[in-house]
């Protein structure tokens, strides 16, 4: 059970990797596997890394194997990749997603610890510098993997005011549950801003550091859809506390949610999001 009375990293970690566990296949179906909205960056990332045959490369979080798949495509069989994540099954779900091939690798392990004893061309994490509760260990950890003219890419979402398909339900939900978010945890947008974001990879000694924004549309649909599929794919210890809403004040919950959507309804009732979205690349 996680401990609200206090921060507690290692904690924060377990509950992540359960969670992790729990919502990489829906995470994968739903989203990741998808070259839409957000994953966008997916390809802008790659591209953005100039990466050339033969490299090796590190994917850092590599989740399901999305961003894995796509350097492994691009730096060919003379090239290798690894990646790696403290989800065992979205790592699963990343060997099947990438068949057996011999120029890559996943390994069950922390972004926080990880340790190799060879120098990588090229470093990349996608969606997860913000659940690191030690961004900086991380990042200190990737600059050390990194051979001397490697290079690193970052892609985070913006601050949650340009994220309003997260937003619109957590800002609501958060008047409701306060504690739907472990107290103390790392704000998921605390990278959320250029400068934030340069800032924490500048402190951890890259140089050339550049961060590229994009501005992505994503539409879940009319509000009931919305609503039904953050309800369908949320994880379980989050799902619990709403379900745990009396019926009156869940039906007050969802009018809140569908007030915030208001501004982002089309006249045919879909809505569409804006999704900001910052990709960094910078060098050892
Ligand atoms: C939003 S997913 C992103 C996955 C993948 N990079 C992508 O773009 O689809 C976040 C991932 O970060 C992983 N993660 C969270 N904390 C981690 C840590 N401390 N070390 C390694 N992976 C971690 C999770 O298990 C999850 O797979």
């Known amino acids: 059970m996680y401990n609200k009375m206090r921060f507690n990293k290692t904690e924060y970690k377990q509950r992540n990797i359960g969670i992790w566990n729990e919502v990489a296949p829906r995470y994968h179906k739903r989203w990741a596997s998808i070259n839409d909205g957000p994953f966008q960056s997916t390809?802008?990332?790659?591209?953005?890394?100039?990466?050339?045959?033969?490299?090796?490369?590190?994917?850092?979080?590599?989740?399901?194997?999305?961003?894995?798949?796509?350097?492994?495509?691009?730096?060919?069989?003379?090239?290798y990749v690894v990646g790696v994540d403290t989800s065992v099954t979205a790592i699963k779900i990343a060997k099947k997603w990438n068949k057996l091939k011999s120029n890559l690798n996943f390994v069950n392990m922390d972004a926080e610890k990880f340790n190799f004893t060879t120098k990588f061309d090229a470093i990349t994490c996608q969606y997860a510098l913000f659940f690191f509760p030690n961004a900086q260990k991380a990042l200190k950890n990737m600059k050390n993997s990194l051979k001397k003219d490697g290079k690193i890419g970052i892609s985070v979402h913006g601050h949650k005011d340009k994220v309003p398909f997260f937003s619109n339900i957590l800002d609501a939900i958060m008047e409701f549950i306060p504690n739907y978010i472990p107290p103390g945890a790392p704000d998921l947008d605390r990278f959320g801003t250029k400068s934030s974001l340069s800032n924490e990879v500048k402190n951890a000694g890259f140089s050339s550091v550049f961060v590229k924004d994009y501005v992505f549309k994503y539409s879940p649909g009319k509000f009931e859809d919305y609503w039904k599929n953050y309800l369908r794919y949320v994880a379980k210890p989050l799902k619990e506390k709403l379900d745990s809403l009396e019926r009156k004040t869940r039906e007050e919950l969802r009018e809140k949610v569908r007030e915030n959507t208001i501004q982002h309804t089309k006249r045919n009732g879909i809505i569409e999001f804006p999704w900001e979205v910052l990709i960094l690349t910078a060098k050892n």
Not at 44 to 59: I, P
Not at 61 to 77: N, P, Q, Y
């Open 43 to 79: 390809s802008k990332l790659v591209q953005l890394m100039k990466l050339e045959k033969g490299n090796t490369v590190l994917d850092v979080a590599c989740g399901t194997g999305v961003v894995t798949k796509k350097i492994r495509e691009k730096i060919g069989m003379s090239g």
